[in-house]
């Protein structure tokens, strides 16, 4: 779902590494920071442009970022921002079909400030790039896709308590809610279309949500809640479509329990 997003680690981070020829798609994760790096040698990187969102099918626990790399990642600049939609998604039949691999290319490898970001057909087409791209997740590039919704994304292990909040506040006044989202960090198109999301979700799934408004984001067997799935049901193929990035699709750690095969095997050391 949605709803979940992404602590801090007092821990300093130590600066980048650059990665070794044939690795650098999935950033070489930072010994001090990932215990267990994932290191993928030629073979392995062209099986894993074909076969996602797990490019190894092994079981991956998801880094943990500090608030070093929180902090990096708010501050770039993306050169070519999205407009903010003026029209809600769930409202028109869209194709929600996804394809592809969104990355992040610095006008200064070296300096890291500015970036704009780049769907790539293929794995293989990213890492070939010029100027350099760093993957930030699976499938093309959306709304939420810029460093700085990245950035709240690693902050927030769980967003579901506080984007339900805002979700709340969209009752009384569009504004408030968009205001409300606006303050966890997000930008304002991809607040946009977690606005509709949620508006859609209280349209589609009020009755299970109210009665589960305080159970378990996972049920014993591991399955979501009646809520969530609810909400993954309607309302998850056209956010994943617009917004772009998610908590699986990103590599990230998130308060839902979600199948180890279902994440993306992506770290971001590339701040």
Not at 75 to 80: P, R
């Amino acid at each position: 779902s949605r709803y979940t997003t992404p602590h801090q680690n007092s821990r300093p981070s130590l600066p980048p590494q650059p990665p070794p020829p044939h690795t650098h798609t999935f950033e070489r994760a930072d010994p001090a920071m990932a215990p267990s790096p994932l290191l993928l040698g030629p073979v392995l990187a062209t099986l894993a442009s074909a076969i996602f969102p797990n490019p190894t099918g092994l079981h991956w626990t998801p880094p943990h970022y500090n608030q070093t790399v929180i902090n990096a990642f708010a501050g770039k600049v993306n050169t070519d921002p999205f407009p903010v939609p003026t029209s809600d998604p769930y409202q028109h039949h869209i194709d929600t079909n996804r394809s592809g691999v969104c990355g992040v290319q610095y006008r200064n490898d070296k300096e890291r400030k500015m970036y704009k970001l780049t769907t790539f057909e293929t794995l293989s087409s990213l890492e070939a790039a010029e100027p350099k791209a760093h993957l930030t997740h699976t499938g093309p590039c959306g709304l939420c896709s810029t460093l700085m919704d990245l950035s709240t994304y690693m902050r927030y292990t769980d967003m579901t308590a506080p984007v339900r909040k805002c979700g709340f506040k969209g009752f009384l006044s569009e504004k408030w809610a968009m205001k409300c989202l606006q303050n966890l960090g997000l930008t304002e198109p991809c607040a946009k279309i977690w606005f509709y999301n949620t508006r859609n979700t209280r349209k589609e799934c009020l009755i299970p949500c109210l009665l589960e408004l305080r159970k378990p984001y996972n049920n014993p067997d591991g399955s979501l809640n009646d809520c969530l799935q609810c909400d993954e049901d309607n309302s998850g193929p056209v956010f994943k479509k617009v917004a772009a990035r998610t908590r699986r699709d990103s590599g990230l750690e998130s308060a839902i329990h979600r199948p180890p095969e279902t994440i993306s095997h992506v770290t971001h050391y590339y701040y």
